[in-house]
């Protein structure tokens, strides 16, 4: 039947598809032209078109964001190691000065028992 319809015997006559075999849906050949030449217009974005658009735009800021925290958590990691060495640095020095003290209260302790 669609080929009779195609061929131009009857042009008005609705196409038969699938299901519609069964007359459940006829679509008429002047639709079934229209809704392919709207298919094929690539100048008219469709809702899928828009939203796949949308969700490319939200995907490139996302792997965006993904590489801005990366980069600053990097750089957290690297400010974090330096001030742990410098906290280690900081208190060897402190032990250095402790016993430094603790050394001079001691010989100020001696030098007061022999005086």
Do not use: W
């Amino acid at each position: 039947m669609v080929g009779r319809a195609m061929a131009g015997r009857n042009r008005r006559r609705p196409l038969r598809c699938g299901a519609a075999d069964r007359g459940f849906l006829r679509i008429a050949p002047v639709a079934v032209h229209l809704y392919s030449l709207r298919m094929a217009d690539e100048h008219a974005p469709t809702t899928l078109d828009v939203e796949l658009k949308r969700l490319e735009k939200r995907l490139e800021e996302l792997v965006a964001t993904v590489h801005r925290l990366k980069d600053e958590n990097r750089a957290l990691r690297q400010r974090q190691d330096s001030l742990v060495a410098e906290k280690t640095s900081i208190m060897n020095r402190n032990e250095q000065v402790r016993a430094r003290v603790e050394a001079m209260i001691g010989r100020l302790r001696a030098m007061e028992r022999s005086a």
